[in-house]
């Protein structure tokens, strides 16, 4: 068995804390035009900006050592204390694509673009409590089982808590080193002692710097902390997963800034309450982005949902109006998804527009488009639009499945249960054609679907025999072959 000794916090030596980083000073900077104070204020001085003052670390500059003051370009000689880096030609640098790790959990190895790349820092956002610990610790079981020393830091639960975790996980997570922490240079130092290849650190915003006064969780520690940590990652080689917690209204608390320091940004989104959750890459160094990977949540932890369209699908009541479905691509990968709309009369005063998942100013357009193009009012009505799963429609590929869904619940007739809507609709109330019609078709085909409604000019050449797609150019088109 490998021994990663994590030693007792107080028994880590004070020389090991220290990692020839120079002593540090703080200056309270201001992240609009980056002026510098002494002391924090509420208001920038130099550009006017409120509460934009963000406490920082500065390395005093390198004593100079005397000698000429001429410099070419700025460029200091050897004599002033430069070094010469070694500068190897592109194919004389070594690694490929296969040196990925591969953990095992399908999906997300493909969130990854196939695997962890060794030595990048990602971090993986998210709401509290929707399943980052969880899916960090069972990705630690998997790269330990894999052979791959992992340290998990835990800045919010004690050590207790994640071995209660990792039971209900199943044994693989029993090797996993634990490291119950808040103290960020205890945390740099004891895994700098331990070794590990993989380095956890679960949440940035519980973790802090002794250089900086402010608490943790604020932004100039955030980004201090998240600083230090990518300086471990590419000094030692280790590869380093950040939590970050996000807010409802979005963001990673404070620091949206953190995107830019990290490899790779992955977003664990869902709806608490519904068992299945979505793993999203918004920011890849390393892969391609917006792919997704999609889990389940069971007693067990989380579960890979090889085919989401099945989950998507799942309860949906075929003959019900007001139900459309349409094809996503999320990334490289079709998902069927359901869009429900509901058209009610409305009570008195203005009529509600509720859209769920999707854009609420789209929505208001289509009806805008329904009304003058296809006669259907929905002045008396209130509109709500939902799609179902906790998934989001952001792509205008879903539009013809929102306008037949709103038609579907007008007139109170079901629409056909084995067809798909693929469309954005327009202005002027024409279906325009979308990317990767084929790929959409032949999800469709393969989740039993008879029927793919198109725009005409974006019919796919090369489809199953199984599927008939169906060309229309306007939504008074559709309307009239759906309910005439
Ligand atoms: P957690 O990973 O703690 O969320 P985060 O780190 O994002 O705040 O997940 C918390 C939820 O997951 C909690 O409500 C319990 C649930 N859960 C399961 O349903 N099954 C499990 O096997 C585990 C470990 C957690
Ligand atoms: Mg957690």
Redesign the pocket.
């Known amino acids: 068995m490998r021994r990663s000794a994590i030693a007792r916090t107080s028994e880590v030596p004070e020389s090991s804390l220290d990692f020839g980083m120079p002593k540090t000073k703080t200056v309270y900077r201001c992240t609009e035009c980056g002026a510098d104070y002494s002391k924090w204020q509420g208001r920038c001085d130099t550009c006017g900006e409120w509460n934009a003052l963000v406490e920082e670390t500065i390395a005093p500059k390198v004593a100079a050592s005397g000698g000429s003051s001429r410099r070419i370009g700025g460029a200091r000689s050897l004599a002033e204390g430069g070094s010469v880096a070694v500068t190897p030609r592109l194919r004389d640098v070594k690694g490929s694509n296969a040196q990925r790790w591969k953990t095992g959990i399908d999906e997300f190895d493909f969130v990854l673009g196939g695997g962890i790349v060794p030595g990048s820092m990602i971090l993986v956002g998210?709401e509290?409590?929707?399943?980052?610990?969880?899916l960090l610790l069972q990705v630690a079981a998997r790269l330990e089982a894999e052979g791959h020393a992992t340290l998990y830091a835990s800045g919010e639960e004690s050590a207790l808590q994640v071995k209660l975790?990792a039971d209900?996980?199943g044994d693989s997570a029993g090797d996993v080193s634990l490291l119950s922490e808040t103290n960020l240079e205890t945390i740099l130092a004891t895994s700098a002692a331990a070794g590990p290849e993989v380095l956890i650190v679960d949440s940035i915003q519980t973790v802090f710097t002794a250089d900086l006064e402010g608490a943790p969780g604020n932004v100039g520690q955030v980004r201090e902390c998240a600083a230090r940590l990518m300086r471990y990652a590419k000094e030692s080689g280790t590869t380093v997963f950040v939590v970050g917690h996000v807010t409802k209204g979005g963001g990673i608390a404070g620091p949206k800034t953190l995107e830019h320091i990290v490899d790779t940004v992955l977003y664990f989104e869902g709806e608490s309450t519904l068992d299945h959750r979505v793993l999203r890459a918004t920011k890849n160094r390393f892969g391609s982005v917006d792919e997704i990977g999609v889990f389940r949540?069971?007693?067990?932890?989380l579960e890979p949902v090889a085919n989401p369209s099945e989950l998507f699908m799942g309860d949906r009541t075929s003959h019900a109006s007001g139900s459309a479905v349409t094809a996503l691509l999320e990334g490289t990968r079709p998902v069927l998804v359901e869009i429900q709309a509901l058209a009610a009369k409305a009570g008195f005063g203005t009529p509600q527009r509720v859209a769920t998942g999707f854009d609420g100013r789209r929505l208001a357009l289509l009806l805008a488009v329904l009304d003058k193009r296809a006669g259907l009012s929905f002045a008396q009505l209130d509109v709500f639009v939902n799609v179902v799963g906790g998934m989001r429609l952001v792509e205008p590929s879903g539009d013809l499945a929102v306008a037949a869904a709103l038609a579907s619940s007008v007139y109170d007739r079901a629409l056909p249960s084995d067809a798909i809507f693929v469309g954005e609709v327009g202005l002027g109330g024409e279906v325009r054609t979308v990317s990767q019609a084929d790929r959409r078709v032949a999800e469709a085909t393969n989740m039993g679907m008879k029927r793919v409604y198109v725009a005409e000019r974006g019919i796919p050449k090369r489809v199953s025999r199984d599927v008939e797609l169906i060309g229309v150019r306007t939504i008074q088109e559709l309307f009239r072959r759906l309910f005439a």
């Open positions: 998210g509290p409590g929707i399943g980052k610990s969880t975790r209900r996980l949540m069971t007693e067990q932890g």
